[in-house]
Antibody, heavy 121, light 108 residues
Framework: QVQLVQSGAEMKKPGASVKVSCKASGYTFTGYYMQWVRQAPGQGLEWMGWINTSDGGTNYAQKFQGRVTMTRDTSISTAYMELSSLRSDDTAVYYC??????????????WGQGSLVTVSS | EIVLTQSPDILSLSPGERATLSCRASQSLSSSYLAWYQQNPGQAPRLLIYGTSNRATGIPDRFSGSGSGTDFTLTISRLEPEDFAVFYCQQYSSSPRTFGQGTKLEIK
């Protein structure tokens, strides 16, 4: 069965960076795009971008351009999302999601359990 | 950017009743690339519907989606106790992907 297991909660100071990992199992890692979505406390869902796990190509939401970097390590079926220059309003649960369709960017079928990132001085 | 507006914000119903949730897009969605998600407190969202009307794997047939262009609907034919949650619509017609603000379905 498909599983996405994310790294644990992090507490960071403003201006720092955070790197969240997402280990995939139960399917061919390079066959599906990985997308990242975040959710601030008590708020809605916000798309951050995607990574083509096959060739490493990325597409980021304009809001995060210059601050977010999505990478992957195919040898260990793991995707990463790094966010820099953290601010207090980056406090959120960050989710990795596996795409619905193989080799295509569509919507989010499988979700990780979420990683809480807290930004506070 | 496509803005999705859901209505109502809160829907109060009883188990056994029919629920109708709406999602309006600021511009027409190509190929009806509209999905619905259900989220329970403290959990990750769950995909219910994709492509406007296709149920995701394992989703009961009391959930159905319809619509086209800019107006979409999620219908739950007969509410079960486990259906009370927050529901989000999401478009994948264009980038950036966007979500509606959510509709909270609560027990009356």
């Amino acid at each position: 069965q498909v599983q996405l297991v994310q790294s644990g909660a992090e507490m960071k100071k403003p201006g720092a960076s955070v790197k969240v990992s997402c280990k995939a199992s139960g399917y061919t890692f390079t066959g599906y795009y990985m997308q990242w979505v975040r959710q601030a406390p008590g708020q809605g869902l916000e798309w951050m971008g995607w990574i083509n796990t096959s060739d490493g190509g990325t597409n980021y939401a304009q809001k995060f351009q210059g601050r977010v970097t999505m990478t992957r390590d195919t040898s260990i079926s793991t995707a990463y999302m790094e966010l820099s220059s953290l601010r207090s309003d980056d406090t959120a649960v960050y989710y990795c999601t596996r795409d619905l369709r193989e080799n295509w960017v569509t919507t989010f079928e499988y979700w990780g359990q979420g990683s809480l990132v807290t930004v506070s001085s | 950017e496509i803005v999705l507006t859901q209505s109502p914000d809160i829907l109060s119903l009883s188990p056994g009743e029919r629920a109708t949730l709406s999602c309006r897009a600021s511009q027409s969605l190509s190929s009806s690339y509209l999905a619905w998600y259900q989220q329970n407190p403290g959990q990750a969202p769950r995909l219910l519907i994709y492509g406007t009307s296709n149920r995701a794997t394992g989703i009961p047939d009391r959930f159905s989606g319809s619509g086209s262009g800019t107006d979409f609907t999620l219908t739950i034919s007969r509410l079960e106790p486990e259906d009370f949650a927050v529901f989000y619509c999401q478009q994948y017609s264009s980038s950036p992907r966007t979500f509606g603000q959510g509709t909270k379905l609560e027990i009356k």
